[in-house]
């Protein structure tokens, strides 16, 4: 398993009976989390002083229940990296910090490279990866059709000094902006993807990860350079498994390109226990003449 080794303002403390107990830079938040399965003793103090814990409602969704005064939003950083995070109203906080592995992973890739690498980002988010490479001086096209999340993820940029580099904000379903790029001859040397497991587009069009997954990643195949360095696939869908991702890019990317896939699981260290959380799993192709 792989797990970022450098987080400094984000811990995840203890794990039991459904939950996850966190800190999130001087804030306490408690989270549940469906893998969570055992139900150890809840022997870290903080359990008792969080500032907010999510609570999930029978009929869908949830809410927060605050028990200290707390601010709208606050800041997190990572490495030269600045993300504004805030709790919503589905339990998420605008970061996901197990992701950090792969960020640390794409910042050295870059900065290694002797040309100019050009990456697509697809299902963006708040911009995590989009923040990464540009940081390590790649040219990066940033996709989510959430108009809120791409938003989010421009004040991201702001808020960590990238506001200046070459990056374009596009709101727009994924598979229908791959396929116009195709069209306009529009080509990238990186793509990152991080479907959701459900989802609604901006017209309403229905994603379901396991339906279509293959039809966009062959798709992509397709808009990659001729001579490209990286494809990621991120899943937090446990019904798609490692293997399975590797599969899938081993028939599309490396049938065409060659190269080698591999596939782990990604995860975050917890402090109580010393144990490991699986929080999802990654799959990347990379081209035999990358430079690592």
């Known amino acids: 398993m792989r797990f970022a080794r450098d987080l400094i303002e984000y811990e995840m403390l203890d794990t039991s009976g459904g939950e996850k107990l966190e800190r999130w830079g001087d804030r ?5 989390d469906p893998q969570i399965i055992w139900d150890t003793p809840r022997e870290h103090p903080l359990w008792n002083k969080a500032d907010a814990r999510y609570f999930r409602s029978s009929k869908g969704g949830g809410k ?15 490495r030269s990296l600045r993300f ?28 290694k490279q002797k040309k100019p690498v050009r990456v697509l980002n ?43 580099r070459p990056i374009r904000w596009i709101v727009e379903d994924c598979e229908k902006f791959v396929a116009r790029e195709i069209k306009r001859g529009r080509r990238y040397d990186v793509i990152i993807m991080d479907p959701p497991s459900y989802g609604r587009g901006p017209g309403g069009e229905v994603w379901k990860l396991e339906e279509q997954i293959y039809r966009l990643v062959d798709l992509c ?21 490692p293997s ?48 690592t």
């Open 28 to 32: 306490i938040l408690i989270r549940p």
């Open 64 to 78: 927060w229940e605050v028990y200290k005064k707390m601010p709208e939003s606050w800041i997190l950083s990572y």
């Open 84 to 111: 504004r995070i805030q709790p919503t109203g589905f339990k998420h906080t605008g970061l996901f910090p197990e992701q950090a592995v792969n960020w640390a992973y794409f910042m050295d890739i870059i900065q």
């Open 122 to 164: 697809l299902f963006a988010y708040t911009g995590g990866a989009t923040l990464a490479c540009a940081s390590a001086g790649a040219e990066v096209c940033h996709v989510d059709a959430s108009k809120g999340m791409v938003s989010w993820a421009r004040e991201n940029a702001a808020l960590s000094g990238l506001s200046q």
């Open 221 to 241: 195949v397709g808009v990659l350079s001729e001579t490209p360095l990286l494809f990621v696939l991120n899943s937090y869908t446990t019904g798609l498994s």
């Open 244 to 291: 399975v991702m590797q599969y899938l890019l081993g028939v599309t990317v490396a049938n065409r390109f060659g190269g080698r896939v591999s596939a782990e699981e990604i995860g975050l260290p917890v402090t109580q226990s010393g144990q490991i959380l699986p929080c999802g799993s990654t799959a990347i192709w990379t081209s035999d003449t990358i430079i």
